[in-house]
């Protein structure tokens, strides 16, 4: 969480102000992160059963 918090900011920084493009990166970073736990979650599953 502190992560997509600092790349927010460091974005929002980049582009001098612009919130919009620093939350839209952390959220993007975020739905990257769950897509990949999903994955694993069904191959491990698919593995085990």
């Known amino acids: 969480m502190a992560l997509l918090a600092m790349l927010a900011a460091t974005r929002t920084e980049q582009m001098h102000g612009s ?3 620093g939350y839209s ?3 993007l970073i975020a739905m990257g992160i769950v897509l990949f ?3 694993l979650v069904v191959t491990l ?3 085990r059963a």
């Open 19 to 21: 919130l919009a493009s």
């Open 25 to 27: 990166l952390s959220y």
């Open 45 to 47: 599953l698919k593995w």
């Open 37 to 39: 736990a999903v994955v």
